[in-house]
């Protein structure tokens, strides 16, 4: 996926895929319609398609199924293009948007203009099981951030302020300090987040164990400090391959870290980050980004030009510096996982806060 042959495929599907039902339009070469329908969103159901339709191209979209449906089109001998459904207006502004309407936008596009798609490239199946791990465990965390909202403003309703904690102790550290004007509600809030947290730290555990065995690379990315097991294995995830990228620095706009352009004749308006790629890695990384800048953070030639960015003030400034330690830090994981090399946060030079290379050692 992602790489297409430049022939005209003898046939060609567009598949709208659907959480129950897929529609579908088949075209043959010379772009004349063979047949259309819909078929149930199963796999049975699917492959038995796949394989009625002979050797061919099988177009889609990004979504919940894409990843799945895409691997099974290729064990039938497909050849699967995967477009970005959010580069694609021509399908998702068309005002008479229909499903099968978008199959036969799919199917024709795919059939002759395949570069207007922007086929990605999905990661593979042991990946996807790994990121429904991260992402069970921020499912869990948002589920207990709430609810200890949710009972903080609760209990300030009746006048009572609960004392600050961290959100791993809170269902200890807040046993009789809940007022009686709750009844027993207070308790068996305290129960569930008791349970969540129980089960957040299971998946830590879960967590640890997949970087030892299965993903033994992300100990290269741990070497900087503010990058831990949660943020080296979903970067490890996510980008899959090292060798994806030419150039070390387009992983900054893979994760959604570089600026948006929108530049029309002379005018290139600063615009915020495009925030493309998965959220969950920028989040994590952007975390990373504020420890290494925050009290606890060790001196490092990151650290040093992140501080002098964050100190040429300004209203967002510190927020700016977030970002683009973030950026950076991305790069320099990448580097670190390619080249197999050691970190070495400071390589001695002279002047105090300048851009920092990759800061590697053979």
Known sequence: MGEYSRTLPERT???????????????????????????????????????S?????????????????????????????????R??????????????????LLARLGRSEPELLYAVKHRGEEAQRGLVLLKSREALVKARTQLITHLRGAVKSLGVRLPSCSPECFHVRMVGQIPAGL????????????????QIRRLDREVERFCRQEYPETELLRQVQGVGPLTSLAYVLVLEDPGRFE???????????????????????????????????????????????????????????????????????????????????AVLLYVLWSRAEVYEPLRGRAEVGAEPACALTA
């Open 53 to 85: 339709i002979g050797a061919g191209r099988v177009v889609m979209e990004t979504g919940t199924h894409s990843p799945w449906v895409s691997r099974l089109a290729e064990r039938c001998g497909q050849e699967v293009i995967v477009a970005n459904a």
């Open 13 to 51: 599907m567009g598949l709208d895929l659907g959480d129950k039902y897929s529609h579908y339009c088949l075209i043959d070469r010379e772009g004349e319609e063979i047949e259309s329908g819909r078929v149930a969103t199963r796999a049975e159901a699917l492959e038995a398609k796949f394989h």
């Open 247 to 329: 150039r070390a620095r387009s992983v900054g706009n893979y994760v959604g870290l570089c600026p948006a352009q929108d530049d029309s004749g002379e005018q290139t308006p600063q615009l915020r980050i495009s925030k493309e790629g998965d959220s969950m890695l920028r989040r994590l990384l952007v975390g990373s980004a504020q420890y290494l800048l925050g009290p606890h953070g060790v001196d490092s030639d990151l650290r040093r030009w992140g501080l002098k960015l964050a100190a040429r003030g300004g209203k967002n400034a510190k927020k700016r510096a977030v970002v683009a330690v973030a950026r950076k830090l």
């Open 87 to 104: 580069k694609v207006e021509l399908i998702s502004k068309n005002r008479r948007k229909r499903d099968q309407v978008d199959a036969e």
């Open 183 to 198: 009844g027993g509600l207070g308790g068996s809030l305290l129960e569930v987040i008791g349970k969540l947290t129980e």
